[in-house]
T-cell receptor, first 114, second 113 residues
Framework: DSGVTQTPKHLITATGQRVTLRCSPRSGDLSVYWYQQSLDQGLQFLIQYYNGEERAKGNILERFSAQQFPDLHSELNLSSLELGDSALYFC?????????????FGQGTRLTVV | AQSVTQLGSHVSVSEGALVLLRCNYSSSVPPYLFWYVQYPNQGLQLLLKYTSAATLVKGINGFEAEFKKSETSFHLTKPSAHMSDAAEYFCAVSETGRRALTFGSGTRLQVQP
């Protein structure tokens, strides 16, 4: 158990819809990362938050957004969903300061868009 | 910019044989390097990390990796494969403690009885 909790584990929704994925980081971790894993793109970094502030953006679509709340949990919002958004979405957390940035991953949310 | 290349998307070994998974990185500064393992339908688990303290890094489950700056490599090895090692392995790099990891494309390890 990594200590990172993601909900829900599975999500099936229709094209055009909007969903919210939730992540609770490990106790004490200030940094949260979102990754998308798909067969054709591999593991793609989407966005990073540190202590409530956006720190870095990766290959995140404009239809996607995220936030980190004062209690440090994070949510990833995906809107106007397309079939190609079907993927495994991972949240990871780390201490976020200087030093080795090893990230601890949740079990992921498998999103299926039909 | 940081990047990682994993040579070989699939590697098959016999149980008891040496495991060698290759990783080459690109980084403009001395990097932090990691190997993660992903079992089916699970998240990524940290196997080991390189943080410049020692070039030979030992991780969990008998795996180790050697940082070679001259070759910009960080290959993962295990002397004797076990059936339970069958999984997908990802190499990752970060240039600073504050930056997200960049992952390679992964290598699926198959262990034959």
């Amino acid at each position: 158990d990594s200590g990172v909790t993601q909900t829900p584990k599975h999500l099936i929704t229709a094209t055009g819809q909007r969903v919210t994925l939730r992540c609770s980081p490990r106790s004490g971790d200030l940094s949260v990362y979102w990754y998308q894993q798909s067969l054709d793109q591999g593991l793609q970094f989407l966005i990073q938050y540190y202590n409530g502030e956006e720190r870095a953006k990766g290959n995140i679509l404009e239809r996607f957004s995220a936030q980190q709340f004062p209690d440090l949990h994070s949510e990833l919002n995906l809107s106007s969903l397309e079939l190609g958004d079907s993927a495994l979405y991972f949240c990871a957390s780390s201490i976020g300061g200087a030093g080795a940035p090893e990230a601890f991953f949740g079990q992921g949310t498998r999103l299926t868009v039909v | 910019a940081q990047s990682v290349t994993q040579l070989g998307s699939h590697v098959s070994v016999s149980e008891g044989a040496l495991v060698l998974l290759r990783c080459n990185y690109s980084s403009s500064v001395p990097p932090y390097l990691f190997w993660y393992v992903q079992y089916p339908n699970q998240g990524l688990q940290l196997l080991l990390k390189y943080t410049s303290a020692a070039t030979l890094v030992k991780g969990i489950n008998g795996f180790e990796a050697e940082f070679k700056k001259s070759e910009t490599s960080f290959h993962l090895t295990k002397p004797s494969a076990h059936m339970s090692d069958a999984a997908e392995y990802f190499c990752a790099v970060s240039e600073t403690g504050r930056r997200a990891l960049t992952f390679g494309s992964g290598t699926r390890l198959q262990v034959q009885p």
